[in-house]
């Protein structure tokens, strides 16, 4: 049945509707949104601010529940799922990169990767393994040791994604990841999200604004006042690793 | 999350936020001091006392006037009461009626102004019989004590205390000399060391004589203040405790426990008497000290609060990668109860160290008999209340810390 693997969806959204309750007023922020994401795709969701894609990468993410409609995340219906469910599902099966890193401070590069371990029923005597080769993954072999503050913004969001991977989860969310790097970094960090993407078969859904960091996905959701404006595969397709050794 | 990886994280959220850890513990340090403070010095008086009371010897029996009940307060209320009569001596001193009595003294007591030259004293009047001298220990330092002929006879004769004689014959040696006493003379025979100030009979400032002749010169009374029996060595003392109590009631003609209007007691009972006074005032300085305490787990929560807020970022992520609710309520709760705790162990040592010091300035600087005592339960009682106290005021900060929402956490700026 391996094969077929790739046929199923690990995310299908039904007539998604997301609002705030903001006093006397109900802010809408995504207002009816249903599409699916097959396993091992890579879908980059853009979007001006306050279109909603935040929410929603959210409400994808386990970590906000919608007002109303369905979300199948890897063929259950989440709305059944407990809170402590929940959060082992977002251990497990899920992979956080976010704009601002989100490192602990005063702790080592190796402490950081291992962090979601803590929280996982992965033995103990395998985190240094797994979270070594994590870090290794992403070139940081050589900074294990070291202290986010002793690192470049793009090491930094290179030690969060090896944080992301550590636990082996299916799918990646990445908000924004280049948001706070120069070009030059973002793009390594980009080679590195495509590889996730190609060599291991993850599922990526990558948030961005910027038209040249979404053309590397396979296909873009364009969001406008929490609707679905397009949803169309990318026709030229960047190559990350390309663009990096110029 | 396993234990030892909650504890683990819960040591590197403070020693990230050191001296912030380090300023909330102070309250819980303070508090566990004193209590600790309060209970070893507490404990050494009691001991000091005790030791005292006891050095009277066991065999020792009081009879005072008057009913004094259990509790404290009446101790001396009837001090002055007049029911205790020369008849009750007789009746007691009788073979028949208290078998186990080896010996009977006589008290009585006042308080005069005594005169020496140009100079003058209050003196605390003490008529008692020659075996003062073996019940309460005293061995004069010039002189001799007066003999059971001289109470006999009425004596005009005074043993005084290191303070009476200081004041009234400064360096002159008042053996022999003639003191007046409310305008009586009273030829001194005696002068005893002084106690030191710490003892709980402290006989500087007394005049000692022979009671008859306190009674006849001085006070004008034919009752006593005070009865003290020596039973016979071998004698059960609550035997000899009751005989007595028998005798005196059948010579008083009363026959109702509860209208008995004197009271025997042995050295247990002031033991015990004693005792729950030192332990009444320990516990009244624990709960003041208690307020120290409660001061300090105030102060946890109010930082404990701060620092969830501080936090609320951490406590996003932590819970994006997977953490539940109960994940970090126990790692903020665990961390308030580390801090409590370690303030504890902090205040158990501080406490004890400091109540040590001042063991050594009491036997030292004071000379008297001060034995140290750790407050084994104290320290027990310090250590767990102060971790009680991390859980129940860490408790509303890590509920609240646990129940932030992850997206609301990971916006926070």
């Given at each position: ?56 990468l959210?409400?994808l993410g386990l970590l ?25 599902l977002r251990n497990e099966k899920i992979g956080f990169v976010f704009q601002s890193f989100n490192l602990l401070?005063?702790?080592?590069v190796?402490?950081n990767v291992k962090l979601p371990l803590?929280y996982s ?9 797994r979270a070594?080769k994590a870090i290794?993954s992403v070139?940081l ?15 930094r969001q290179r030690v969060a994604i090896a944080r992301a991977l550590v636990t082996n989860p299916d799918v990646i969310f990445a908000d924004e990841p ?11 960090v980009m080679?590195i999200i495509?590889e996730l993407n190609?060599?291991q078969?993850r599922t990526i859904i990558l948030i ?39 | ?316 992520l932590r819970?994006a990668l997977g ?87 990971l916006?926070?700026?």
């Amino acid at each position: 049945m391996a094969h077929l693997a790739f046929l199923m969806n690990i995310i299908e959204v039904q007539n998604l509707k997301k609002s705030y309750a903001d006093g006397e007023t109900e802010t809408i922020a995504l207002a009816d949104v249903s599409f699916t994401v097959r396993k091992g795709e890579f879908l980059a969701i853009m979007g001006p601010s306050g279109s909603g894609k935040s929410t929603l990468l959210h409400v994808l993410g386990l970590l906000d529940e919608p007002s109303s409609g369905s979300y199948l995340f890897d063929g259950k219906n989440t709305y059944s799922y407990t809170g402590d469910e929940l959060a082992r599902l977002r251990n497990e099966k899920i992979g956080f990169v976010f704009q601002s890193f989100n490192l602990l401070a005063r702790t080592s590069v190796l402490e950081n990767v291992k962090l979601p371990l803590a929280y996982s029923s992965i033995p103990e005597s395998e985190w240094d393994e797994r979270a070594a080769k994590a870090i290794e993954s992403v070139g940081l072999a050589h900074r294990m040791d070291h202290q986010p503050d002793e690192l470049s913004g793009g090491e930094r969001q290179r030690v969060a994604i090896a944080r992301a991977l550590v636990t082996n989860p299916d799918v990646i969310f990445a908000d924004e990841p280049t948001g706070n790097l120069d070009s030059k970094s973002g793009k390594n960090v980009m080679s590195i999200i495509q590889e996730l993407n190609e060599k291991q078969g993850r599922t990526i859904i990558l948030i961005t604004h910027e038209t040249s960091t979404a053309e590397h996905s396979e296909r873009i959701i364009r969001l406008i006042d929490g609707v679905i404006e397009s949803d169309e595969k990318v026709v030229n397709r960047l190559k990350a690793t390309d663009e990096y050794i110029k | 999350m396993t234990y030892k990886h909650l504890i683990k994280t819960a040591i590197t959220g403070l020693e990230t936020n050191r001296s912030r850890s380090i300023l909330t513990i102070i309250g819980i340090v303070i508090g566990i001091t004193a209590i600790m403070l309060v209970m070893s010095l507490g404990a050494g008086a009691q001991n000091l006392i005790l030791s005292q009371v006891q050095g009277l010897g066991t065999n020792t029996i009081a009879v005072v006037p008057g009913l004094v009940s259990t509790s404290p307060s009446s101790f001396a209320a009837n001090l002055y009461s007049d029911s205790l009569k020369p008849a009750d001596l007789t009746a007691l001193e009788s073979k028949a009626n208290v078998p186990g009595l080896a010996d009977i003294m006589p008290v009585v007591l006042g308080s005069e102004p005594a005169t020496y030259q140009s100079n003058d004293y209050q003196v605390t009047l003490f008529g008692a019989t020659d075996l003062i001298a073996s019940i309460f220990d005293l061995t004069p330092t010039a002189g001799q004590f007066f003999t059971a002929d001289d109470v006999t006879s009425q004596s005009k004769v005074a043993v005084i205390g290191s303070k009476v004689a200081s004041n009234l014959f400064g360096n002159d040696n008042p053996i022999n000399q003639q003191i007046n006493v409310n305008g009586v003379s009273f030829q001194v025979v005696a002068v005893l060391p002084s106690s030191g100030g710490g003892s709980l009979f402290d006989f500087d400032d007394m005049t000692i004589m022979p009671y008859t002749t306190a009674q006849t010169y001085l006070l004008g009374i034919k009752y006593f203040n005070r009865l003290i029996i020596e039973a016979a060595p071998g004698a059960n003392v609550e035997v000899v405790a009751d005989d007595i109590t028998t005798t005196l009631a059948e010579s008083h003609n009363i026959t109702d426990p509860t209208k008995y209007d004197f009271t025997v007691q042995t050295q247990q009972d002031l033991a015990n008497r004693l005792g729950i006074i030192t332990t009444a005032l320990t516990w009244f300085l624990v709960a003041m000290a208690s307020i120290a305490l409660f001061v300090g787990g105030i102060g946890i929560m109010n930082i404990m609060l701060v620092a969830v807020t501080e936090r609320t970022r951490e406590i996003g992520l932590r819970k994006a990668l997977g953490a539940t609710d109960r994940d970090i309520l126990a790692q903020f709760l665990i961390e308030a109860v580390f801090l409590t705790g370690i303030g504890g162990l902090i205040g158990i040592v501080l406490g004890s160290s400091l109540a040590y010091l001042i063991s050594l300035g009491l036997s030292y600087g004071l000379g008297l008999n001060w034995q140290f005592v750790f407050p084994w339960f104290g320290a027990v009682l310090g250590f767990g209340v102060s971790a009680l106290i991390g859980l129940v005021f860490g408790s509303y900060p890590a509920h609240q810390a646990s129940k932030k929402s992850p997206i609301e956490a990971l916006r926070y700026e």
